[in-house]
């Protein structure tokens, strides 16, 4: 079984600031990370995903994350947030060969401010 | 390339009534997914289909919730009867195929369910 924590609920910045939003997963068998991003009444859009070979993953938005095994994290960052970034950020995992079923952390809510 | 499509988009029910939700997947996509988000929290697993064969369902409340996929394309999802804890945006999601959990999954917009 696998599982997600999200360590912040809420992460307020101000425009033009780098941004970390931090997630640990649990799992008895290797794992795919995912982060999604939500906005405000719309579905999850993909923002970048680690499946094996480099631990530096890049992603859409200029957002990048790191896969650590050692410490079991999957840490989002952004060297300068915009306005547009506010939204809900989900981690997520999925067992390899476990048909694809996501597990997500319970979301960190980015709040970008001018 | 159309999206996942979802209707309706809200819904809003007294408890002990019935609702059903629709799914239309990405073209092609054998693999099909219903989650339900519960506000504050992340996405939770319903219902997982293969084409129209259920792959996983175990987090379904089968004295409540069934879904089903005719010809493995669209999808319903349907509560009877509903309760107040069933307050919760629907979002189905799909993919190409689950090869082990290396595809993305891309979602719908969801439907939000209040039930008072």
């Known amino acids: 079984a696998q599982s997600v924590t999200q360590l912040d609920s809420q992460v307020p910045v101000f425009e033009e600031a780098p941004v970390e939003l931090r997630c640990n997963y649990s799992?008895?068998?290797?794992?795919?990370l995912f982060w999604y991003v939500q906005y405000p009444n719309q579905g999850l859009q993909l923002l970048l995903k680690y499946l094996s070979g480099s631990t530096l993953v890049k992603g859409i938005n200029g957002f990048e994350a790191e896969f650590n095994k050692s410490q079991t994290s999957f840490h989002l960052r952004k060297p300068s947030v915009h306005i547009s970034d506010t939204a809900e950020y989900f981690c997520a995992v999925s067992g390899q060969n476990q048909g694809g079923k996501l597990i997500f952390g319970q979301g960190t809510e980015l709040s970008v401010k001018p | 390339e159309a999206g996942v499509a979802q209707s309706p988009r809200y819904k809003i029910i007294e408890k002990r009534q019935s609702v059903a939700f629709w799914c239309n997947p990405i073209?092609?996509?054998?693999?099909l997914y219903w989650y339900q988000q519960i506000l504050g929290q992340g996405p939770k697993l319903l219902i997982q289909?293969?084409?129209?064969?259920?792959?996983?369902d175990s987090q379904l409340p089968k004295d409540r919730f069934s879904a089903e996929r005719l010809k493995g394309v669209d999808s319903t999802l349907k509560i009877q009867p509903a309760k107040l804890e069933d307050s919760a945006v629907y979002l189905c999601?799909?993919?190409?195929?689950?090869?082990?959990?290396?595809?993305?999954?891309?979602f719908g917009q969801g439907t939000r369910l209040t039930v008072v």
């Open positions: 999601a799909s993919s190409l195929r689950s090869l082990g959990g290396r595809t993305e999954a891309f």
């Open positions: 073209s092609g996509h054998a693999t």
């Open positions: 799992s008895s068998v290797s794992v795919y």
């Open positions: 289909f293969q084409n129209n064969g259920v792959v996983d």
